[in-house]
C-alpha cells in the first residue's frame, strides 16, 4: 500500500450461496482511492457495487455471503491495516469510527421506535467515549453542520415525521459524527427531487472540504457521478471495466458498457424518437455515432408537429375546472379545526387524446395527490373532472366501476403495488376477471400470454412471485396490469424514478410504443424534468399545489418563466448548470 492511499483493494472476490447454485458478486476487482478524493463507483444494479462497499465496512452476511480471496488495505491512524483480517471486535472500532456509510434508503436504515436524535447519540457515546450532555450537544451541532431547520425539534422526532430530503440529512449527520477518513455514500439521492439531490450533493462536497474525508459515491447515474467525482470506476456483473479520471471516462469512455450508460439518459438538447439502451451497445460491433444516427431526430421532431396538429384540434379527453383537494390538519383539543392543507389548489386543466401531459415538481407540490384525485381514489374538495364530456366528479363506486377500465394508474414503487404472495400471472389476471373480460382459463391464459409478450416479458413469467423478478421487470408486471382492463388513459406516477437508467431507458421506450399502438392518452407524473420532457407533449410545472407553468415541453425547458422552473432545470445533474 503507497502513502498516498487512504484505501487499498487488491483482488476482491466476494460470492453468495443461493438455492440453485454459488454466485459471484463481486469478481476479482482491485482499486485504490487517495486521500480527500472522490470516487465515483458507477453500475446497474447486481453490478456488485453495494457489495464491495458491504465488504469493505465487514457487513457481508455470512452465510449466504462469503469473502472469496482479495485484501482490503486501510490506513489506520495507527498506520495500514488489512481489513479482511480483523475480528468483528476490532472490525467494530473501524466501522462507523474511521470507516462509515449512508444507505440508499433512509426510512429502512433508521429505527422506527427511536428519536432520530437518539440514534445519533447513541453512535457517538459509542465511538467517542462522552456524556449523554455532551452527545447531544455534539448532535444539535451535526445537525446544523448538515443545514437541517429546527435542530431541537428534529432531536426528538421520528423518521417517519421527516421528509426523505431531512432523513438523508439526519443519516449524513450520523455518519460523519465521529470524523471518518472515508465515507462511503451508497445510491443517498436515488429517489430524492433533483433540487433536494443538488442540495445534498453540494452538502457532501463541503462537508468533504471540512472533513478531509474521502467520498465513495455509488450510484448508477453517470450524470450525478460528472458533477461530483475526481476518479471513476465503471462496474458490470461484478468486475471493473473501465476506470480513470472522471472527466476522462465521461468525455472519452472506452468501454461499450460505459458509452450505454451515457447514452440512455433522456437527452436535454434533441429528442429522439427512442432512447438507446445498454443492450444496444453490447450487443452492437457499430461505432456509437453510427448508432446514434440510427435514432433520426429529425424525423422524430416533424412526426411530433404532425401529431401535436391531429390531437390538439380534437376535444379534450380529460377536463378538470377549479380542482381543489385540502387535507385537514384535525382539532384542537377544544375542538377548533387546526386548519387544513392546499395538496391541490384550484387547478384547471385539459388533457387530449393522444397527448403525454407531463406534471413535474418537487415532493409536496400535489401531483400525486392531483393523479389521485383524477382518478377518484382522493374525493376532491371542490371542483370538478370531466372525462369525455362526463362529470365524474360526484359519481358513486358503483357508477365509477366501468370507467374503472377506462381509467388506469401505474404506481412508483412496482414491488410495494405487487402482492408478494400471488404470482405473476395471478396479479395480471385479476382486474381481467373483475371486470369480466375473460370468460374461461383458455381465455384468461391466452390473454395473460398476450400481455407479458406485449411489454417483453416471456410467458414463464406467470409462475413467478414479484422478488423473483428484477426492478425492471417488476414494473412492467405493473404496465401489463394495467393494460389488461384495455384503457384509454393511463397515469404514470413516478413510474421509473427509482429504476437504472438503463433499465427506465426501456420502460420509456415501451410506453411510448404502448401509447402509440393502443392510442392512450398518459398524464406523466416525475420530479425529474428531464425525464418528462422527453416523454411529454406539453408539460405542467406544480408548486405548493398549483398549476405554475403550462406549455409545449421543449419551450418550458429552453425558455421557462418561473423561477422555479429555472430551480428544477439548473439542478438536472450533469447539465454543469
Known amino acids: 500500500m503507497d502513502n498516498h492511499s487512504l484505501i487499498s483493494i487488491k483482488n476482491l472476490s466476494v460470492g453468495f450461496s443461493i438455492e440453485s447454485g454459488n454466485i459471484t458478486a463481486v469478481d476479482n476487482i482491485s482499486f485504490s482511492a487517495g486521500r480527500g478524493t472522490t470516487l465515483g463507483i458507477v453500475g446497474e444494479s447486481g453490478s456488485g457495487k453495494s457489495v464491495t462497499a458491504l465488504s469493505l465496512m465487514g457487513l457481508i452476511p455470512s452465510p449466504p455471503g462469503k469473502i472469496l480471496g482479495g485484501q482490503v488495505f486501510f490506513q489506520n491512524n495507527s498506520g495500514p491495516v488489512e481489513l479482511l483480517g480483523l475480528n468483528e471486535q476490532k472490525m467494530r472500532h473501524i466501522r462507523g469510527n474511521q470507516i462509515a456509510m449512508i444507505f440508499q434508503e433512509p426510512m429502512t436504515s433508521l429505527n422506527p421506535v427511536f428519536s432520530c436524535g437518539n440514534q445519533i447519540i447513541e453512535a457517538i457515546m459509542q465511538h467517542k467515549n462522552l456524556s449523554r450532555k ?13 443545514r437541517l431547520p429546527r435542530p431541537k425539534e428534529i432531536l426528538k422526532a421520528f423518521p417517519h415525521q421527516l421528509s426523505g430530503g431531512q432523513r438523508q440529512r439526519v443519516m449524513i449527520a450520523m455518519a460523519i459524527s465521529c470524523e471518518p477518513s472515508l465515507l462511503i455514500a451508497d445510491e443517498p439521492t436515488t429517489a430524492l427531487d433533483v433540487t433536494v439531490q443538488e442540495d445534498i450533493l453540494k452538502l457532501l462536497l463541503d462537508l468533504q472540504q471540512a472533513h478531509g474525508m474521502s467520498i465513495f459515491f455509488i450510484t448508477h447515474d453517470l450524470g450525478v457521478i460528472s458533477d461530483i467525482a475526481d476518479d471513476v470506476i465503471v462496474m458490470y456483473q461484478g468486475k471493473v471495466l473501465e476506470s480513470g479520471k472522471a472527466k476522462d471516462v465521461f ?50 421532431a416533424e412526426k411530433r408537429k404532425e401529431h401535436h396538429r391531429i390531437i390538439y384540434d380534437k376535444e379534450p379527453v380529460l377536463k378538470l375546472s377549479k380542482l381543489s383537494t385540502h387535507f385537514s390538519l384535525g382539532k384542537t383539543i377544544l375542538g377548533r379545526s387546526r386548519g387544513f ?47 369525455k364530456g362526463k362529470n365524474i366528479s360526484q359519481l358513486s363506486s358503483g357508477e365509477l366501476r ?3 377500465k377506462q381509467l388506469q394508474i401505474i404506481f412508483q414503487d412496482p414491488y410495494s403495488s405487487l402482492n408478494p404472495r400471488i404470482t405473476i400471472g395471478s396479479a395480471i389476471s385479476e382486474p381481467m376477471l373483475v371486470h369480466r373480460l375473460v370468460h374461461n382459463k ?8 398476450e400481455l407479458l409478450e406485449r411489454v417483453g ?14 426492478g425492471g421487470q417488476r414494473q412492467r408486471v405493473c404496465i401489463a396490469r394495467a393494460l389488461a382492463v384495455n384503457p384509454e388513459f393511463i397515469i404514470c406516477d413516478e413510474s421509473v424514478s427509482a429504476l437504472d437508467v438503463s433499465v427506465q431507458a426501456q420502460v420509456l421506450n415501451l410506453l411510448n410504443e404502448l401509447k402509440q399502438k393502443y392510442k392512450l392518452s398518459y398524464i406523466f407524473i416525475s420530479h425529474d424534468l428531464s425525464v418528462v420532457k422527453y416523454m411529454s407533449d406539453r408539460m405542467a410545472v406544480m408548486q405548493d399545489g398549483k398549476i405554475v ?25 450533469g447539465t454543469g448548470n
Do not use: M, W
Open 549 to 573: 407553468e403550462l406549455g409545449e415541453a421543449d419551450e418550458i425547458y429552453f425558455n421557462p418563466k418561473t423561477e422555479y422552473t429555472k430551480k428544477l432545470i439548473r439542478a438536472i445533474p
Open 251 to 300: 468525455h472519452h469512455p472506452e468501454h461499450p458498457y460505459t458509452k450505454g450508460l451515457l447514452a440512455c439518459r433522456p437527452p436535454l438538447k434533441d429528442r429522439p424518437s427512442s432512447l438507446l439502451t445498454v443492450s444496444d451497445f453490447l450487443r452492437s460491433d457499430q461505432d456509437t455515432e453510427l448508432l446514434k444516427s440510427a435514432v433520426d431526430v429529425h424525423e422524430a
Open 402 to 404: 366501468p370507467l374503472r
Open 442 to 449: 383458455a381465455d384468461k391464459k391466452q390473454r395473460l400470454d
Open 341 to 387: 392543507i392546499r395538496a391541490v389548489d384550484n387547478i384547471s386543466l385539459e388533457v387530449f387524446p393522444g397527448e403525454t401531459l407531463g406534471l413535474v415538481g418537487e415532493s409536496g407540490c400535489g401531483k400525486t395527490t392531483l393523479g389521485r384525485t383524477i382518478l377518484k381514489l382522493i374525493d376532491q374538495t371542490s371542483g370538478e373532472i370531466h372525462y
Open 134 to 146: 455532551a452527545a447531544r450537544e455534539r448532535c444539535l451541532d451535526l445537525f446544523n453542520e448538515v
Open 457 to 470: 416479458l416471456s410467458s414463464e413469467f406467470a409462475n413467478r412471485y414479484p422478488h423473483e423478478l428484477s
